[in-house]
């Protein structure tokens, strides 16, 4: 079946700092990948997407590209905020039924 | 006001109890999806809906039964609580033959002592 897996954390950084969340993925057919950010207390937010290879999602500054050939989407962010921190799920939608698959998320903790 | 509002948001119930979780929104979505979260395991589906006549199970549906009242609610029952269903409950929707883009609820967060 499908699956995703992402970069255990917890991740702590200081301010200004480059972030990476690796993902990597299993999947039939063509799937939509997504990152999902999680603040505390909050349900999950999108927040970035791409549905097709080469794709690039970005928002926030954060990016990520769909890169088929190795079957990854990693998150990037080239200059990371307090305000980041919250856990970030990525995910991907295949087949008919168009349900998510979610990594495990990642604990991202930016330090002032 | 929100798109996707779930009800309770906090709920403490005994081993045994009968308990449902309430989802609405006004998004005007015909899919509907109720997933749990449990540390470190990510979001697991239980039950999803692509329409008012339409109900399938998921990863996750033992102990678990949902209704579909009408396009905008979906509520998610527990038929007798378990201490291992412990854990925080989403409701998502997405529009049909979009891009696949789940919008979700502010969670339940349930406790079964």
């Known amino acids: 079946g499908d699956s995703v897996t992402q970069m255990e954390g917890p991740v702590t950084l200081s301010e200004e700092a480059c972030l990476t969340i690796n993902c990597t993925y299993t999947a039939t057919g063509y799937p939509s990948l997504f990152w999902y950010v999680q603040y505390p207390g909050e349900g999950l937010q999108l927040l970035l997407k791409a549905t097709k290879a080469d794709d690039k999602g970005s928002n926030k500054g954060f990016e990520a590209t769909y890169r088929k050939e190795t079957t990854s989407f990693h998150l990037e962010k080239g200059s990371v905020q307090v305000s980041d921190s919250a856990v970030y799920f990525c995910?991907?939608?295949?087949?008919?039924?168009?349900?998510?698959?979610f990594g495990s998320g990642t604990q991202l903790t930016v330090l002032p | 006001d929100a798109d996707v509002t779930q009800t309770p948001r906090n709920r403490i119930t005994k081993t045994g109890k009968r308990i449902m979780l309430e989802c609405s929104q006004t998004?005007?979505?015909?899919?509907m999806y109720w997933y749990r979260q449990d540390p470190g395991l990510g979001l697991r589906l239980i039950y999803y809906?692509?329409?008012?006549?339409?109900?399938n199970k998921g990863e996750i549906s033992d102990g678990y039964s949902v209704s579909r009242q009408a396009q905008a609610k979906f509520s998610l029952s527990l038929e007798s609580a378990i201490p291992n269903q412990t854990a925080l409950y989403f409701c998502a929707t997405s529009p049909t033959g979009g891009t696949d883009t789940q919008y979700f609820g502010p969670g339940t967060r349930l406790t079964v002592l």
């Open positions: 998004k005007g979505h015909d899919r």
């Open positions: 995910a991907l939608t295949s087949g008919s039924a168009r349900q998510l698959t």
């Open positions: 809906s692509f329409d008012v006549k339409d109900i």
